[in-house]
Nanobody
Framework: QAQLVESGGGSVQTGDSLRLSCAAS????????MAWFRQPPQKKREFVAA???????SYYADSVKGRFTISHNDAKAINLQMNSLKPEDTALYYC???????????????????WGQGNQVTVSS
């Protein structure tokens, strides 16, 4: 079992920045991938960004490219720096973790096993 604890988030104005952090504990993975997803009000959960340790590669949704940056502190912690925030970024943000498997991509939330508690990000115009 693994546990994910998120921190950060809050309410800001358009153009402001926020930083989310996620720390994992418990089970150790040989090929982990950690990701951020978000769920806007009354919408489906969507992929935001992911980091794969084996290749040190980052992945981003088109909607956040150039504005959001995913980084890692160590083998069990990631951050999401969110700049130039827009009202459409308003959502509940979740951290997720799984063992990377061949033939799977980073953006399918159904593939992820462990989830954080979710942090609200609200951007007002």
């Amino acid at each position: 079992q693994a546990q994910l604890v998120e921190s950060g988030g809050g309410s800001v104005q358009t153009g402001d920045s926020l930083r989310l952090s996620c720390a994992a504990s418990g089970r150790t993975f040989t090929n982990p991938i950690m990701a951020w997803f978000r769920q806007p009000p009354q919408k489906k959960r969507e992929f935001v960004a992911a980091f794969k340790w084996s290749s040190s590669r980052s992945y981003y949704a088109d909607s956040v490219k150039g504005r959001f940056t995913i980084s890692h502190n160590d083998a069990k912690a990631i951050n999401l720096q969110m700049n130039s925030l827009k009202p459409e970024d308003t959502a509940l943000y979740y951290c997720a973790l799984r063992q990377m498997a061949a033939g799977t991509g980073p953006g399918d939330y159904l593939e992820y096993t462990y989830w954080g508690q979710g942090n609200q990000v609200t951007v007002s115009s």
